[in-house]
């Protein structure tokens, strides 16, 4: 195929299926993942622009099965975009937080994200050596990665952890010219979001983000399309905050 092979682990909805489709409106086709049997109806509609696997980005044997398609079917890896991620079940106090939870958001927020990325090195790098537009992965981190959040301490670990993922790869992966990204998501309408939209409606109101609206799914994923577009060949290891300002310091 001529088309760039793109990867978006968790591309069903949310955040994942507004990347995925900016991705095909740049001209990917894009191999979304899921747990879930069906495409969606977000997915179905874009066509041929887009297959689905079913796959846990926390389980060894399909990130393994993953790969495999997508070099039996295509020969190459132009994009990784780590996406797939998991809140707690219960947002509990982190002094009453359950291993049991934090294992199931680390295993699939950190560790997936990690091995999903050691799994897709070895096509990256082949795809490098062939192609004259150098692949390039995207990890899709969090404003948790540095703001507390009592109430679900294990999502901030993780998300601090997919930082260092994104250095350590950003480091190993540019002798082959792979560059390795974070994007940093603030206030997100997303389903992971809608318990709390009463919440961040007061915050957002009250001027916690300088822009004062929700992101989008889309929003994350014009930056992405921006990145895979080609807009930052000279970085890497590079935070890119998509979060309406939150992260400025003001007085």
């Known amino acids: 195929m001529d088309k760039r092979i793109a990867i978006v682990t968790g591309g069903r909805r949310g955040i994942g299926l507004g ?6 409106a740049l001209g990917y086709h894009t191999v979304a993942t899921g747990v879930s049997p069906e495409a969606g ?3 179905e509609k874009l066509g041929d622009k887009v297959s689905y696997f079913r796959a846990d980005s926390a389980s060894t044997g399909d990130r393994k099965r993953l790969l495999e398609a997508v070099e039996r079917e295509y020969g190459r890896l132009d994009l990784l975009v780590n996406n797939a991620g998991v809140a707690p079940k219960v947002r509990a106090d982190l002094l009453e937080m359950s291993e049991e939870s934090f294992d199931r958001v680390i295993s699939t927020n950190l560790r997936g994200t990690f091995f999903m990325t050691q799994e897709a090195a070895g096509l990256l790098i082949r795809t490098a050596e062939e192609s004259p537009d150098k692949p390039m992965i995207v990890n899709i981190g969090s404003m ?13 670990i993780s998300k601090a952890g997919v930082s260092m993922v994104t250095t350590l790869f950003a480091d190993r992966l540019a002798p082959y010219g792979i560059n390795v990204y974070e994007i940093r998501p603030g206030i997100i309408k997303t389903d ?8 961040y409606d007061r915050l957002i109101a009250g001027g916690v983000t300088p822009i004062r609206r929700w ?7 014009r930056a992405v399309a921006a990145i895979a577009g080609g807009a930052l060949p000279f970085s890497t290891g590079e935070v890119i905050n998509v979060d309406g300002g939150f992260h400025l310091r003001s007085l």
């Open 215 to 221: 992101g989008t799914p889309e929003d994350i994923g």
């Open 41 to 43: 109806e977000g997915l």
């Open 19 to 24: 990347v995925v489709e900016a991705l095909a």
């Open 144 to 156: 948790s990665a540095y703001t507390s959040s009592v109430n679900r301490g294990e999502y901030c």
């Open 192 to 199: 992971m979001t809608e318990k709390v939209t009463e919440k």
